[in-house]
């Protein structure tokens, strides 16, 4: 419904929601409104230096020579991944994560320093001459591949993201704790990735038709190991070699990982140095102990692989306050793991109305997607929400709606909405609605 208000330069966008919400088309026709620009004139002190002559250090002398690998600008040293460093006691050295600041980035491509990291033992430092994969099992002949032979495969590029199936996870629980966008939902991030498909390995190798599932093996200390059906291996599956336009990074596998379009990170077995077609899954350490839903009836589900639908808005969110009434972006990210997202919604006032928030393209299968609304906001104290559907049709739940289906002894999967209070004071916290 239009309503007419005196918006000031805003005057004429369409409000579709309460407490501000303004229509999409306002950034799908990619409109510009000076939000926080200070009006010259009345501000003395914001006239530009140069104009009185001043000019900066930078103006004055040569800026430094060229290096051989760049790095952000110094200003920039805050945006670093976060973790908690463990005691070097710790009975499982290299074990743990650290997490992606995606509440201070912008697109959806995660530059390839802040990928979130999640190894059970450890980055190892693999040199890629004496790194092979192995391609066995039920097979018309085993195969092995070094980096360099596999390079001479026809390569595809493809957007996509990894998230550890333990991302979110504090929404489970009675009381959860709350925190950052980076806290929350950090451990996922989206990469350009680029390598061969599986299916050409397989294909060369021979599939004998009695192989339904592989078993896919790590070179690192942990030797993580999982089972994934051979429909996934023939349809989607990668063997990544280039992350973002350069080799893998170390931490993300160096120099080949496995690539599972949308399903659980765990399975996409970094540092990937053994395929082995199999009959059945192989039930390995790394799927028995972990990586199973415990439901409130005390059963669990097992392979429960792709990654479901979700969303969270990322400006304004917890660290990243309001400066003052007025006009903002809100901006975040959905994913899922079953297509592409369809549609995104934005609610200012805990879920009670929605505005339909604009896709920024890309809009690619299995990749983060980046949405926009605009929004005038008066001042109040409110809570804003995301909610995201995917092209299957399937919504993000509520979390009540969520823990209502799976119950809260679960630690996996978590895709219920998050909701960010805005306080008067223009402070921004995660709660729990
Ligand atoms: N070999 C090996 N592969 C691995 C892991 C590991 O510890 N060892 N961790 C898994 C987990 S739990 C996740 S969530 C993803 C994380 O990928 P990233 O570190 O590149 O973000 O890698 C998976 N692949
Ligand atoms: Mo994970």
Known sequence: MRQKKDDGPFDGAERVAANGLLHRRLFLSGGTLAAGAAALGGLGTATPAAAQGVFPDWRLKPGKSFTGYGVPSRFEEPVQRTFT?????????????????????EGIITPSGLHFERSHSGVPDIDPEKHTLLVHGLVRQPLLFDVESLARYPTVSRIHFIECSGNSGAGWGVNPPVGPVATMHGLVSCSEWSGVPLSYLLDEAGIDPAAKWILAEGSDAAGMSRSVPLSKCVDDAMIALYQNGERVRPEQGYPMRLLLPGWEGNMCVKWLSRIKLTKGPTHTKDETSKYTELMPDGKSLQFTFPMEVKSTITRPSEGINMRGPGFYEISGFAWSGNGKIKRVDVSADGGKSWAEAALAEPVASRALTRFRLGWQWDGGEIILQSRAVDETGAVQPTREALIAAKGIKNAYHYNGITSWEVRASGLVKNVWA
């Open 85 to 105: 460093a463990r005691a070097p006691s710790y009975p499982s050295p290299g074990a743990g994560s650290s997490r992606t600041p995606l509440h201070l980035l």
